[in-house]
């Protein structure tokens, strides 16, 4: 049921872009994105939900592919402010109120 | 300021003996969540609750209970704990609709 994130971890020098994604084998009603700094609380980022509609940062981007129950994050020209542990929460369709989330994906971002 | 908050942020105890982790959100918001986070397995929700009084099991909820008396607080109980209980707890509340989630600042728990 845990969503499947990958890849596990991504090295980039500042200004690369970076794809993270997540699946699920459950038909999905919204995906979450979050970020985690080391030693800190995860910080939401953007949701996604089924049909279209999407709410989160200006300065990152997301896909859902409702059919394929998959879920991708773009993170463009990266800044080293970007590294972090990055992790999906996906929501099912039967909105049976509970986010689960994946294992996580680091990014660490080199000058 | 719109926060969650948790206490202790840190603490250190010994088998069997009970403890609570208090948990607090002043942003008036019905859904509170419990989640644990250990290396290599992420966040793994406890419990959740959907409103005062109505409290539901998450995915990994033995050997924990939780009450919602009030609105705004949410408690974490461990009546024995147990060392597979170490870990990084996190409270979370989350907003109607677009269910974006509010974390507290955790609490790192090490049961010896």
């Known amino acids: 049921q845990q969503p499947v994130q990958s890849p596990q971890a991504v090295i980039l020098r500042e200004g690369e872009d970076a794809v993270i994604n997540c699946s699920s084998s459950?038909?999905?009603?919204?995906v979450h994105w979050y970020r985690q700094k080391h030693g800190e609380a995860p910080v939401f980022l953007m949701i996604l939900l089924k049909g279209g509609e999407q709410k989160g940062h200006e300065k990152i981007s997301a896909s859902f592919n409702e059919k394929k129950q998959q879920s991708s994050l773009y993170l463009t020209a990266s800044q080293l402010s970007y590294s972090g542990t990055y992790f999906c929460g996906t929501e099912s369709l039967n909105r049976d109120d509970k986010i689960i989330f994946g294992k996580g994906t680091r990014l660490h971002i080199l000058p | 300021e719109a926060q969650v908050t948790q206490n202790p942020r840190y603490l250190i105890t010994v088998t069997g003996k009970k403890l609570t982790v208090t948990c607090s959100q002043n942003?008036?918001?019905?859904?509170m969540s419990w989640y644990r986070q250990d290396p290599g397995l992420g966040l793994r929700q406890i419990y959740y609750?959907?409103?005062?009084?109505?409290?539901d099991k998450g995915d990994v909820p033995e050997g924990y209970k939780v009450s919602r008396k009030e609105k705004r607080n949410f408690p974490l109980i461990l009546e024995s704990p147990s060392p597979n209980q170490t870990s990084l707890y996190f409270c979370?509340?989350?907003?109607?609709?677009?269910?974006?989630?509010?974390f507290g600042p955790g609490t790192r728990l090490t049961v010896l």
């Open positions: 942003m008036n918001h019905e859904y």
């Open positions: 609750s959907m409103n005062v009084e109505v409290t």
């Open positions: 459950k038909a999905l009603y919204s």
């Open positions: 979370a509340s989350r907003t109607p609709i677009y269910n974006e989630q509010f």
